[in-house]
């Protein structure tokens, strides 16, 4: 046995748990569907360094523990208290779990559109998945103070929203060089697949005693901005769509910039705004070889779309 190494870091739990639940109000019901990845951390070293299984809740019950807090949680609906109302779970059952880790992404499931008499309205029990973006959340709960001293970590937003403008996006002024085969651009189609991450400062949570653990009740929505607003997702949203839409792009730095900028100015208890952004190319065929013009920027009308490689610009932005 060496004793010139140690370990260092352990996490570990179950990935990929689908769960799906309804909940009927009467006829009218209501559905989500998650994949979870419920990790956790604590007392847990011998586990790997001697063996000692003693210490590890199996990740098949990590699984059942979901299931179960899908079940019975008043919460479930709401992705971010689904995922509070997991990990305080986990950290409060097991003496010597003092950290839970949950990431949930949730799939779009929209109601059909139905023409009634009063003309369209929402069905109560049909569905569409209408777009592959997904909701997401990462929550940490942290009991190292004490079971009764919960603090969590919320970080949410969006993957995978898909984008494109035909015009208003330039590239310009870049550094030129011997590697330089870019042409500059004052007009060009802007494409990119949005991942959003916005990350609210960390709240105190309520202790659930042992027989509370079920009804487990998380603070009503409070001050707008604040992890407790069920209003953020949809604003971030609305305001990134909205920015990348009416924004004259200088490049993707400056749009992600502004992005930014507005999803921070529209939600007070967000701290920091972090997007990563695919630059997806569409490449303007060149046609001159038959005398046909396809390559003046805003004429251009034929394009290859390139899925590789692609330009990735990340940015983090934050509150002062
Ligand atoms: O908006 C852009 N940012 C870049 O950094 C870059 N680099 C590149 O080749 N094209 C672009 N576009």
Same mark, same amino acid.
């Given at each position: 046995?060496?004793?010139?190494?140690?370990?260092?870091?352990?996490?570990?739990?179950?990935?990929?748990?689908?769960?799906?639940?309804?909940?009927?109000?009467? #006829?009218?019901?209501?559905?989500?569907?998650?994949?979870?990845?419920?990790?956790?951390?604590?007392?847990?070293?011998?586990?790997?360094?001697?063996?000692?299984?003693?210490?590890?809740?199996?990740?098949?019950?990590?699984?059942?523990?979901?299931?179960?807090?899908?079940?019975?949680?008043?919460?479930?609906?709401?992705?971010?208290?689904?995922?509070?109302?997991?990990?305080?779970?986990?950290?409060?059952?097991?003496?010597?779990?003092? #950290?839970?880790?949950?990431?949930?992404?949730?799939?779009?499931?929209?109601?059909?559109?139905?023409?009634?008499?009063?003309?369209?309205?929402?069905?109560?029990?049909?569905?569409?998945?209408?777009?592959?973006?997904?909701?997401?959340?990462?929550?940490?709960?942290?009991?190292?103070?004490?079971?009764?001293?919960?603090?969590?970590?919320?970080?949410?937003?969006?993957?995978?929203?898909?984008?494109?403008?035909?015009?208003?996006?330039?590239?310009?002024?870049?550094?030129?060089?011997?590697?330089?085969?870019?042409?500059?651009?004052?007009?060009?189609?802007?494409?990119?697949?949005?991942?959003?991450?916005?990350?609210?400062?960390?709240?105190?949570?309520?202790?659930?005693?042992?027989?509370?653990?079920?009804?487990?009740?998380?603070?009503?929505?409070?001050?707008?901005?604040?992890?407790?607003?069920?209003?953020?997702?949809?604003?971030?949203?609305?305001?990134?769509?909205?920015?990348?839409?009416?924004?004259?792009?200088?490049?993707?730095?400056?749009?992600?910039?502004?992005?930014?900028?507005?999803?921070?100015?529209?939600?007070?208890?967000?701290?920091?705004?972090?997007?990563?952004?695919?630059?997806?190319?569409?490449?303007?065929?060149?046609?001159?070889?038959?005398?046909?013009?396809?390559?003046?920027?805003?004429?251009?009308?034929?394009?290859?779309?390139?899925?590789?490689?692609?330009?990735?610009?990340?940015?983090?932005?934050?509150?002062?």
């Amino acid at each position: 046995m060496s004793d010139s190494s140690f370990l260092s870091h352990a996490r570990y739990g179950k990935d990929k748990v689908r769960v799906f639940r309804v909940v009927r109000e009467g #006829k009218w019901h209501h559905i989500v569907e998650y994949n979870v990845q419920a990790l956790l951390e604590g007392d847990i070293a011998t586990s790997y360094t001697e063996a000692d299984n003693s210490v590890v809740v199996a990740t098949d019950s990590i699984k059942n523990i979901t299931y179960y807090i899908a079940k019975i949680s008043p919460h479930v609906l709401n992705p971010e208290r689904f995922a509070l109302h997991l990990a305080t779970h986990l950290v409060s059952k097991y003496a010597h779990i003092h #950290k839970a880790f949950v990431s949930v992404e949730q799939l779009r499931w929209s109601r059909i559109p139905v023409e009634g008499e009063q003309g369209a309205t929402e069905h109560p029990h049909a569905f569409i998945r209408d777009g592959d973006d997904k909701r997401i959340v990462k929550v940490e709960v942290d009991a190292s103070a004490g079971k009764d001293k919960l603090v969590a970590s919320v970080t949410a937003g969006i993957s995978d929203l898909l984008v494109l403008k035909t015009t208003e996006s330039a590239f310009t002024n870049f550094v030129r060089d011997k590697y330089t085969t870019l042409k500059e651009v004052d007009d060009r189609i802007l494409s990119t697949s949005i991942d959003l991450t916005y990350t609210f400062a960390p709240v105190a949570l309520p202790s659930p005693t042992d027989a509370a653990l079920e009804e487990f009740v998380l603070p009503a929505d409070l001050a707008p901005g604040s992890v407790w607003d069920a209003a953020v997702p949809a604003r971030a949203r609305t305001a990134t769509l909205a920015l990348f839409a009416a924004d004259n792009s200088a490049s993707v730095q400056a749009t992600l910039y502004r992005m930014a900028q507005r999803v921070l100015a529209q939600n007070a208890g967000v701290q920091h705004v972090a997007y990563a952004l695919p630059n997806k190319h569409y490449i303007p065929v060149d046609m001159a070889y038959l005398g046909v013009e396809n390559l003046v920027p805003a004429q251009a009308e034929v394009f290859v779309p390139v899925a590789a490689p692609s330009g990735l610009i990340t940015a983090t932005v934050s509150r002062k």
